[in-house]
């Protein structure tokens, strides 16, 4: 629960907060790094030392559900000439170490990220004769804060969210998110690290599909050319009726469709409901026909596998990054190593307490026939997968949110993979990988049309390559709930 104050009204949470001058004594009292995001904030808004916040009434590090401490909430005037709306700007606080006692993040040094190394921000049109700020924005950064901590998977611009419910829970269209720079907050550097600011925007369906089949820094840029759709600081308007492609319809054939045949897709993987099984092998062989069971055990990832996995993942998001899948190396950590401190638990590993089995006792195994299993949404990408990755020399990994497993698509181009063209289908532990040849991926594409409008098929639905042995199934996500997937 959180509730909503003055950020100087005397509560349990913090005390009023001080500006860049503020006494040293007065200054020492507060948490450090709370300190220095605000003192980020009143460079931006000086005459609003006290805004709005909302604030969690347990928190985090005391149980409570909500990760962020604070939201605070500023009144910004924007620029009717630069065609930037007034507007309401939401500001986190949490995701970053504020407090430094490791409470709720392990101090890694003050040249790191501090913390997960961002904040959220959000900015939100202001609606004529709006007094004051709406509070729903705030729990929508409390529940991407939640993933965050619960998945440990950090944002990056360019990212985006599939969230499939209005922002503000009405009838709205902006139903989705993408992640910028935040245009007027600067990077921070606070006695625990780094803090950069995060902005959330606001887009349609049909954006969102736009920025996985081209990217999101793409979309951004063309919904900073519409003002009705953001303009230069991407405010979100809720109200927001129309999509930038209805508002100017050369939109979609002259960049996306053409930035997507020059570029192809930087989105090189999702966390989806999704399965294999290894055909080669008959039912009852548990030691090599399941690939993701052992007995009544899940096999699972081994740590150097994650860390590729995870690798793999991010490179796709790096602009003009190369197709490789990087090596296995037992010098590195765990976990993402741009911005991630290495002690972090990577969000792939086992909560169980079953033993990880060891990267060295785990064989890659060649396959002769493989069966891959999606839900409907999951289904929808692979078009995306093979038109916007492997035409590209590029790789795809879908890795399941439902169970330690992961499959990744590459191309004859991707150099450091175990699937080769003599074997394209091949598995370590529950990690498969599937290479398939350009004649292939257009032959699929064909075959695979109707994913485009999935609303225009039946579930399960059945695509079949016998000259290939691979089979993929569309199927209800009621069976990915099941203890095998």
């Not at 008959?282 to 699972?300: A, K, L, M, N, V």
């Not at 949404?377 to 790789?395: Q, V, W």
Request: charged share 20%; glycine share 8%.
């Amino acid at each position: 629960m959180a509730e909503l104050r003055p950020s100087g009204a005397p509560g349990p949470a913090a005390p009023p907060a001080p500006g860049p001058t503020a006494p040293p004594a007065f200054a020492s009292l507060f948490p450090p790094g709370l300190h220095a995001i605000y003192g980020e904030c009143r460079r931006l808004y000086p005459d609003q030392p006290n805004p709005l916040q909302v604030t969690a009434i347990v928190k985090y590090w005391l149980g409570g559900p909500d990760p962020l401490d604070y939201v605070s909430m500023y009144r910004n005037v924007g620029s009717p000439s630069a065609n930037i709306p007034e507007h309401w700007h939401y500001i986190s606080f949490g995701l970053s170490d504020l407090y430094g006692d490791s409470r709720v993040h392990e101090f890694t040094g003050t040249d790191g990220p501090s913390g997960f190394g961002f904040e959220l921000t959000f900015r939100l049109k202001r609606e004529t004769g709006e007094s004051a700020p709406p509070t729903w924005p705030a729990e929508l950064m409390q529940g991407l804060a939640r993933y965050v901590f619960q998945s440990e998977n950090t944002f990056c611009s360019g990212d985006h969210v599939s969230w499939h419910s209005p922002l503000d829970n009405s009838e709205s269209r902006i139903q989705h998110m993408l992640l910028t720079e935040d245009p007027q907050m600067q990077p921070v550097q606070t006695p625990f690290g780094v803090v950069t600011f995060l902005q959330i925007v606001g887009v349609c369906t049909e954006e969102l599909h736009a920025a996985q089949q081209w990217n999101g820094q793409g979309i951004l840029e063309l919904l900073r050319t519409v003002p009705v759709a953001g303009g230069p600081w991407l405010i979100t308007d809720m109200r927001r009726g129309e999509t930038i492609f209805e508002i100017d319809p050369h939109l979609q054939q002259e960049r996306v469709d053409k930035g997507i045949e020059m570029d192809g897709s930087n989105l090189s993987g999702v966390s989806a409901k999704c399965a294999w099984d290894d055909l080669s092998r008959p039912p009852e062989d548990d030691e090599d026909s399941r690939s993701i069971c052992i007995g009544t055990q899940p096999r699972r990832l081994s740590g150097k596998d994650t860390e590729q996995i995870r690798e793999t993942l991010r490179r796709g998001l790096e602009i003009n990054s190369k197709p490789v899948l990087p090596p296995i190396n037992p010098q590195r950590q765990n976990g993402l190593t741009h911005d991630r401190a290495p002690s972090r638990k990577d969000s792939l590993e086992s909560d169980s307490s079953t033993a990880i089995i060891p990267h060295e006792l785990i064989r890659t195994r060649q396959l002769e026939s493989v069966h891959l299993k999606f839900n409907q949404e999951s289904g929808a990408l692979i078009p995306l997968c093979l038109r916007g990755r492997l035409l590209h020399g590029r790789h795809f990994t879908y890795k399941s949110i439902t169970g330690d497993m992961a499959i990744t698509f590459v191309s004859t181009g991707v150099e450091g993979a175990f699937a080769t063209e003599e074997h394209p289908y091949a598995a370590h532990g529950p990690w498969l990988q599937i290479l398939l040849t350009g004649e292939f991926v257009e032959k699929m594409l064909e075959d695979l049309e109707d994913l485009t409008s999935p609303e225009e098929f039946k579930l399960p639905k059945e695509y079949s390559w016998p000259e290939k042995k691979l089979k993929v199934s569309i199927l209800p996500d009621v069976v990915f709930d099941s203890p095998l997937h």
